[in-house]
């Protein structure tokens, strides 16, 4: 079990998280929250790159900093910006990475067929990465981070610039992979996060807003979300009165899901979701 014990991350007088606390326990964590938040900063501080100010990260009830290299053999990270050979092929890069983190030939040789399985890549782990997509990049982002069989794995922005197919299949790799290990993946789109999470951490105003299910979160706004057909003539007034979650355009108007707090002539009561808790949350930070 890994805790984040009241920590806090200050870069010189500026403050970037406050007084984070978490337990996490084996199973996929969505960290959601817009660029800037501090996600960067939480997982750094998590694989180790930088280190708390105040409070302590602890592994099983012990600092991490006192477990040092054991900890650090626990931990697989595919960071935002990941980079690699684009000249090798993944089997031929798995194997440096391995070598890099101090994995025998032995363990490599068993360990590396079945990762490319896994990620789907074991067909093209010949070519050379210089003709892969964004997506197969990433996938092989994700087979370096699970090099050594990690108990946490943390994954920095790992859907940032995929199509909606890679996104999906995405997903599915990442619901096997978080049998038995802790699997933390930062995101500011929820749509990635929401079936395959089983907590969302939200990050506001440098403190934890929510760290809890989908159903639980989307409580918080139960009674508040609506819809209606919205006639063009009225649309502006509807907009500088309400806040538009969502909007499509039909004949003569739009069907507008909104939130209030306010009962509204001729609005239908609907399920609240994760993205309305999102933009909700996030209303004065996320450019719609
Ligand atoms: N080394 C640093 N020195 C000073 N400020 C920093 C440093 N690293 C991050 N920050 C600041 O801390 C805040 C949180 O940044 P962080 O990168 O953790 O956010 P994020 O949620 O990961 O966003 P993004 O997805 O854009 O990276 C930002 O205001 C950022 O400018």
Redesign the pocket.
């Known amino acids: 079990m890994l805790t984040i014990d009241h920590v806090t991350?200050s870069?010189?007088s500026?403050t970037?998280?406050e007084d984070i606390q978490l337990t996490l326990s084996p199973g996929v964590y969505g960290?959601l929250?817009?660029?800037?938040?501090?996600?960067?900063?939480?997982?750094?501080m998590i694989v180790t790159l930088?280190r708390p100010t105040i409070g302590e990260i602890l592994w099983d009830g012990v600092p991490i900093e006192a477990l040092g290299s054991e900890y650090r053999a626990r931990v697989g990270y595919l960071p935002?910006q990941f980079g690699f050979y684009k000249q090798y092929n993944p089997e031929q890069f798995l194997y440096y990475i391995g070598t890099l983190k101090g994995i025998s030939k032995a363990q490599l040789r068993e360990q590396i067929p079945t990762l490319l399985e896994e990620v789907a890549l074991f067909d093209v782990r010949k070519k050379k990465m210089k003709q892969f997509s964004g997506g197969m990049i990433q996938r092989v982002g994700i087979a370096q981070a699970l090099l050594g069989q990690p108990d946490i794995l943390v994954l920095?922005?790992p859907t940032a610039g995929l199509d909606p197919k890679e996104r999906a299949r995405f997903r599915s790799i990442l619901t096997k992979l978080a049998r038995n290990r802790i699997v933390l993946i930062?995101t500011?789109i929820v749509s990635d996060v929401e079936s395959i999470a089983n907590e969302i951490i939200m990050?506001q105003n440098k403190r934890i807003r929510y760290a809890h299910t989908v159903p639980h979160i989307c409580q918080s706004l139960q009674g508040q979300v609506f819809e209606m057909f919205v006639p063009d003539d009225r649309y502006l007034s509807f907009a500088s009165e309400h806040l538009i979650v969502s909007e499509r355009q039909q004949t003569g108007g739009m069907d507008i899901r909104f939130i209030t707090t306010e009962p509204v002539q001729g609005a239908k009561e609907v399920p609240p979701q994760l993205e309305d808790v999102f933009l909700f949350e996030y209303r004065d930070e996320v450019e719609r």
């Open positions: 991350k870069y010189g500026f970037a998280l960290l929250a817009p660029n800037g938040a501090g996600k960067t900063t939480l997982m750094q930088t935002q920095d922005e930062s500011h990050i």
